[in-house]
């Protein structure tokens, strides 16, 4: 890896952040007369503590990482923006992706006029090594791999990502927000071995806070100071702070077997799909969806529509011609959209 202050963009090494009242004092006790707060409607009222420092405590207890190995963000297309705003210069820089993978890459870098060098899976949704590797140039700031892949479902194959990892300057970033449904095959344990490797999960997924917005990088600590330097200084509220040390704290088994039942939801859902006659393939997922190849994916997604069922339509993706991801519900809900396939003709 090259060293940080060369990979990161000059303004941003000497940037000096915004200091808060809740970096000042950081006690929870007392009169509080320095935020500006309305003193009414507590615990509203007051700012939330802009490093969640008692939150991290307890997901680095439970990752087995450090508190500062780790970044919150409002969702992961929090830190997704901030490595690209960090780290690539615009109109300079470029970054190395996958493709098909996750959409926010590109609208990250698009906005801010960051250049993606995409590079195509192979047949089976895995890495050309050698091809994201010779995508690589003196400007290239940044590789994105998401395992499990989204739209595709499957993990890459982790001998792979390490090629990619050991063979790059520059940070490589694997998404692992689907890592909750793929038992064993998350890097972060082996976090300590790269220095370049920044890895995303969330609690979108297996953890149902989708509404609530909180992601997690993992890296470093001398690249997750950077995130915390140039993060808004409150980018997670007291609810979303709260909510999640709740099922930490009290609802780990219930988030487990959420997770059982999903997995097994996902093996079921997947038999009654292969007896469907227009199913021509379904991919193997490590995620919590499915994508199913079919020969006219337009109207099986009209016909889903018409019954208040919504998928989506990957068939404009590359290596996705006629495909549709379905992601795994409720036994019920699975039972619905079965039925409405049956009756499809």
């Known amino acids: 890896m090259k060293p940080l202050q060369q990979l990161l963009r000059p303004n941003i090494l000497a940037l000096k952040p915004y200091s808060s009242a809740r970096d000042e ?11 500006n707060e309305n003193p009414y409607n507590a615990p509203y009222n007051r700012y939330p503590d802009p490093h969640q420092r008692r939150l991290k405590r307890r997901i680095a207890a439970f990752k087995g990482c450090e508190s500062d190995q780790l970044f919150l963000g409002n969702g992961s297309d929090e830190p997704i923006d901030l490595l690209f705003r960090a780290f690539c210069r615009p109109g300079t820089d470029n970054v190395v992706a996958i493709d098909p993978t996750y959409g926010m890459y590109q609208v990250a870098a698009a906005t801010n006029d960051i250049k993606v060098q995409q590079v195509l899976l192979t047949k089976d949704f895995q890495l050309d090594v ?60 082996r976090l300590q071995e790269f220095p370049n490797l920044v ?10 806070m989708a ?61 009654e799909l292969q007896k469907l006659p ?18 006219d994916a337009k109207a099986v997604y009209q016909h889903l529509i018409s019954q208040k069922i919504i998928i989506r339509d990957r068939s404009s993706v590359s290596l996705c011609a006629g495909c549709l991801r379905i992601t795994v519900g409720s036994p019920e809900e699975n ?8 009756a499809y003709k």
């Open 199 to 208: 890895i995303l999960q969330t609690f979108s997924k297996a953890w149902g």
């Open 130 to 189: 050698e091809a994201v590797l010779a995508a690589v140039d003196e400007q290239t700031k940044i590789i994105w791999l998401c395992s499990p892949n989204n739209p595709t479902g499957n993990c890459l194959r982790n001998e792979d990502i390490e090629r990619v990892i050991t063979g790059f300057e520059g940070l490589v970033v694997v998404d692992e927000a689907y890592i909750d449904f793929a038992p064993g095959r998350s890097l972060l344990p």
């Open 278 to 295: 227009f199913v021509n393939l379904i991919h193997p997922s490590d995620a919590n969806f499915l994508l199913i190849r079919t020969p």
């Open 335 to 342: 039972k619905q959209l079965i039925q409405a396939l049956q």
């Open 211 to 271: 509404g609530l917005r909180l992601g997690m990088a993992f890296a470093q600590p001398a690249i997750i100071e950077v995130l915390s330097r140039i993060k808004y200084p409150y980018n997670l509220n007291v609810l979303t702070q709260q909510k999640a040390m709740d099922l930490l704290e009290k609802n780990q088994q219930e988030v487990a077997k959420w997770i059982e039942v999903l997995l097994a939801e996902r093996s079921a859902l997947a038999q």
């Open 25 to 35: 004092y950081t006690g929870e006790e007392g009169v509080f007369l320095d935020a």
